[in-house]
């Protein structure tokens, strides 16, 4: 059976458009067909950033991820960094600008900026889009690819780019179903729980204060989770904000993967975690600041004492039942200590995939040449994205992967074609 077309990549994401146009810029001529289960692709795009799309950051190292072998996700980020991708947005006519926290945002703070300038690259180049074409199953045989769609079409490729994302935003048509081809074709799967999520907190009275009392207060925290030993797993100082079910903002979902890994390989046991003021390392540096405040001004209460850290309802949550600072015993004043610098909070789960912005898990790194990100069971099959087991903390790093990995991706995919139009 001929081929339908040179190249067809799987999602119509950030990675799967990426690796479409790098295709077509490096072998011009290529028949590239972008195949998508929605009507209109690039959902993900568009609520990405509260619908503004943060493109990338300032800085980016391996350090910004978690899954696979640091050393293969910085040699990724090598082959098309963030300077690139802030040149290569510029040359489809997104101009970024740099916000203090460090993320890239488009001028007009519109996500479908991001979105038209993909498509029309895309189409620019002649690359073909099908969108509404679900996949319902992939079969390699015979150094071809059988792409079947779930009406019963049938397209044959030679190779195949898969950037159908992880399980994150599922009505954005990340059903998890790429990670199933992707195992039934021989591929190690590390088993995958949501990231970038916000997290669930028990309800009712909690040492220190009952925070469902809290809901819309935000304020920078130190996050720490560690395992029931008391081993540090993860540790972020950033924005955080309380809601009617707990916890969100960049603190909680930094540390939500970290969370839900810990339950899946526990059989469920959470992990111990802490919250606390980014100014104290630990208890003790708590506590001498305490004393610092008492000596300083004795008539001060506790609850004042902390309102320059905290706003004022967490504030007198955290510290109303107590007088005056001078007169606290000094197991009370430790209490006090531990409830700003490293309160224990009961996280019960997170919000789940509905929500979550990411994936943690996928199809196991070590399993792609991160020089061309093809496959080293299957050849022909490139992988780029969220398909794979990485993922990037809150502030541009997951699209900057999907760039990168996809540059290689539909880069490499193209030049394994000796002549064009041939297999």
């Given at each position: 059976?001929?081929s339908?077309?040179?190249i067809?990549?799987?999602?119509a994401?950030?990675?799967g458009?990426?690796?479409?146009?790098?295709?077509?810029?490096?072998?011009?001529?290529?028949?590239s067909?972008?195949?998508?289960?929605?009507?209109?692709?690039?959902?993900?795009?568009?609520?990405?950033?509260g619908?503004r799309?943060?493109?990338?950051n300032?800085r980016?190292?391996?350090?910004?991820?978690c899954?696979?072998?640091?050393?293969?996700?910085a040699?990724?980020?090598?082959?098309?960094?963030?300077?690139?991708?802030?040149?290569w947005?510029?040359?489809?006519?997104?101009?970024?600008?740099?916000?203090?926290?460090?993320?890239?945002?488009?001028?007009?703070?519109?996500?479908?900026t991001v979105?038209d300038?993909?498509?029309?690259?895309?189409r620019?180049l002649?690359?073909?889009?099908?969108?509404?074409?679900?996949?319902a199953?992939?079969?390699?045989?015979?150094?071809?690819?059988f792409?079947?769609r779930?009406?019963?079409?049938m397209?044959?490729a030679?190779?195949?780019?898969?950037?159908?994302g992880?399980?994150?935003?599922?009505?954005?048509?990340?059903d998890?179903?790429?990670?199933?081809w992707?195992k039934?074709?021989?591929?190690g799967?590390?088993?995958?729980v949501?990231?970038l999520?916000?997290?669930?907190?028990?309800?009712?009275?909690?040492p220190?204060g009952?925070?469902?009392?809290?809901?819309?207060?935000?304020l920078?925290?130190?996050m720490?989770?560690?395992?029931?030993s008391g081993?540090?797993?993860?540790e972020?100082?950033?924005?955080a904000?309380?809601?009617?079910?707990?916890?969100?903002?960049?603190?909680a979902?930094?540390?939500?993967?970290?969370?839900a890994?810990?339950r899946?390989?526990h059989?469920g046991?959470?992990p111990r975690?802490t919250?606390?003021?980014?100014?104290?390392?630990?208890?003790?540096d708590?506590?001498k600041?305490?004393l610092?405040?008492?000596?300083?001004n004795?008539r001060?209460?506790?609850?004042?004492?902390?309102?320059?850290?905290?706003?004022?309802?967490?504030?007198?949550i955290?510290?109303g039942?107590?007088?005056?600072?001078?007169?606290?015993?000094?197991?009370l004043?430790?209490?006090?200590?531990?409830r700003?610098?490293?309160?224990?909070i009961?996280?019960i789960?997170?919000?789940g995939?509905?929500?979550a912005e990411?994936t943690?898990g996928?199809v196991?790194?070590s399993?792609?040449?991160?020089?061309?990100?093809?496959s080293?069971?299957?050849?022909?099959?490139?992988?780029c994205?969220?398909?794979?087991?990485?993922?990037?903390?809150?502030?541009?790093f997951?699209?900057?992967?999907?760039?990168?990995?996809?540059?290689l991706?539909?880069?490499?995919a193209?030049?394994s074609?000796?002549?064009?139009g041939?297999?």
């Amino acid at each position: 059976m001929s081929s339908d077309v040179d190249i067809a990549i799987i999602g119509a994401g950030a990675a799967g458009l990426a690796a479409a146009i790098f295709a077509a810029e490096s072998r011009p001529g290529v028949r590239s067909l972008l195949l998508d289960g929605a009507a209109k692709p690039g959902a993900k795009i568009l609520v990405s950033g509260g619908g503004r799309c943060n493109v990338t950051n300032e800085r980016v190292t391996a350090d910004d991820y978690c899954g696979g072998s640091r050393n293969v996700i910085a040699r990724v980020l090598r082959a098309f960094d963030e300077q690139r991708t802030i040149e290569w947005m510029k040359s489809m006519g997104v101009d970024l600008v740099l916000e203090p926290t460090g993320k890239y945002f488009p001028v007009t703070n519109k996500a479908r900026t991001v979105l038209d300038a993909l498509l029309g690259r895309a189409r620019e180049l002649g690359v073909k889009l099908h969108a509404g074409w679900r996949v319902a199953d992939l079969i390699h045989q015979h150094a071809e690819f059988f792409i079947t769609r779930d009406n019963g079409e049938m397209l044959v490729a030679p190779r195949v780019i898969m950037a159908t994302g992880g399980m994150a935003l599922p009505k954005s048509g990340s059903d998890g179903a790429g990670l199933h081809w992707m195992k039934e074709l021989g591929h190690g799967i590390v088993p995958t729980v949501p990231a970038l999520a916000p997290l669930v907190l028990k309800a009712g009275p909690t040492p220190g204060g009952r925070f469902e009392e809290l809901a819309g207060v935000t304020l920078d925290l130190r996050m720490v989770v560690a395992s029931a030993s008391g081993k540090k797993i993860a540790e972020v100082c950033r924005p955080a904000v309380f809601t009617h079910f707990g916890l969100s903002g960049p603190a909680a979902m930094d540390v939500s993967r970290h969370i839900a890994r810990y339950r899946l390989d526990h059989g469920g046991e959470p992990p111990r975690v802490t919250i606390g003021h980014p100014q104290f390392h630990d208890i003790a540096d708590a506590d001498k600041w305490l004393l610092e405040q008492a000596k300083s001004n004795p008539r001060r209460t506790a609850a004042s004492a902390i309102t320059g850290l905290f706003p004022d309802r967490m504030a007198e949550i955290l510290a109303g039942e107590y007088g005056r600072l001078v007169e606290l015993p000094r197991e009370l004043r430790h209490e006090l200590a531990r409830r700003i610098a490293a309160l224990p909070i009961k996280v019960i789960g997170d919000r789940g995939y509905t929500f979550a912005e990411a994936t943690a898990g996928g199809v196991d790194l070590s399993e792609v040449d991160p020089r061309t990100m093809e496959s080293r069971a299957v050849r022909g099959l490139y992988l780029c994205g969220e398909i794979l087991d990485v993922d990037g903390r809150i502030g541009g790093f997951n699209f900057q992967w999907a760039w990168s990995s996809g540059y290689l991706a539909g880069r490499a995919a193209a030049l394994s074609i000796q002549t064009a139009g041939a297999p």
